[in-house]
């Protein structure tokens, strides 16, 4: 899961029905473009009959994209339709108790859970979900006495304490989302920033940010994080890149889980919340230069190359 998570919120204001609005958020995927990597229905009044048919609409089309049809809060939906995930909120049907939740449903349901603070984050992990949400990360409009805003902070705290895949949610548009990719989110769903009167502009901002999401997601070029981080030798570099495996001398190193650079064999593959990581774990401030990281660790970089070396 990754990407644009497209929600296809009902009743639209603009009129348009649940297969149009699938249809124009999936874009170009499928055909080799870009577009949603995951669709969910929202459509709180609705009766559970009228999602199961508004999903019945929506699966060929997901299908052939091979994208993930996700129904919101009704588990009878979920079982009685073609929608490949459930995601719940806090307090819906089944959220408390997620492996009773299993039994009832059919194998393979991709389950997600709403949380909306680091204490909900974690709770939520603990019941081993398939991703957990965040947010709302920005203010929105589109709900109702909406949870107080997580902000890009808390979400990249969360993101560091996750132990499942992280969807950022919440006031989120492409330049908002591409920043919440950076920052470790696997996928950034979004509502507002895609409504339009014109579904052909509701195709086009889906695969504008489902790109702009891909590239945030992208590798940083190796001599970028060579001159990000000039206290450690580009062998170093290579080299930490090669222990990205071993979780538990990450833990060990207080690198979080989803530290994950790659190396090829040849060079280092850092992706923006690597780099984040490693300068976290560096105590390297945003503000200070290198030269004053250094004074304020008494020029200890050799130090932090030991706490980073494997046994």
């Known amino acids: 899961m990754r990407g644009l998570y497209a929600i296809v919120d009902l009743p639209e204001p603009n009129g348009h029905t649940a297969a149009a609005l699938t249809e124009a958020v999936l874009g170009g995927r499928g055909r080799g473009g870009a577009g949603a990597s995951v669709v969910q ?31 919101n809060d009704d588990v009878d939906a979920a079982i009685a339709g073609p929608a490949g995930g459930l995601h719940l909120g ?23 859970l709403s ?41 990249l705290e969360g993101c560091r304490l996750a132990t499942r895949p992280v969807v950022a949610i919440g006031g989120l548009d492409e330049v908002g989302g591409a920043r919440a990719i950076e920052l470790g989110a696997s996928s950034v769903a979004v509502i507002g920033a895609l409504r ?18 891909e590239r945030a997601s992208a590798p940083l070029p190796f001599e970028e994080i060579c001159a990000a981080i000039p206290v450690f030798a580009p062998d170093q570099l290579l080299e ?13 190193m207080g690198l979080p889980a989803r530290f994950r650079p790659r190396h090829d064999g040849t060079t280092a593959h850092y992706r923006p919340c690597d780099l984040l990581d490693l300068l976290y774990v560096l105590d390297k401030r945003a503000d200070e230069s290198w030269d004053a990281w250094s004074e304020r660790t ?14």
Not at 55 to 66: D, G, I, K, Q, Y
Not at 247 to 252: C, E, Q, R, V
Request: with cysteine; aromatic share 2%.
């Open 115 to 155: 949380t909306h603070d680091r204490g909900q984050l974690q709770t939520a992990c603990q019941q081993k979900p398939d991703y957990v949400a965040l947010g709302p990360i920005a203010p929105t409009v589109s709900k109702e006495n909406a949870d107080p805003v997580v902000g890009f902070p808390g979400l």
């Open 298 to 311: 008494d020029g200890d970089e050799e130090g932090a190359l030991v706490q980073l070396r494997k046994p």
């Open 240 to 252: 930490i890149a090669r222990w990205a495996d071993d979780l538990a001398l990450l833990i060990g």
């Open 196 to 213: 339009h009167e014109r579904l052909a502009e509701v195709e086009a901002r889906a695969v504008s940010m489902a790109e702009a999401f």
């Open 41 to 71: 229905l929202r459509a709180k009044s609705a009766t559970t009959q009228q999602r199961v048919e508004m999903l019945n609409s929506m699966a060929p089309l997901c299908e052939a994209a091979s994208s993930l049809l996700v129904i």
């Open 90 to 112: 806090q307090t819906d049907e089944g959220a408390d108790d997620l492996s009773e939740l299993r039994g009832r449903v059919r194998p393979g349901l991709v389950l997600g």
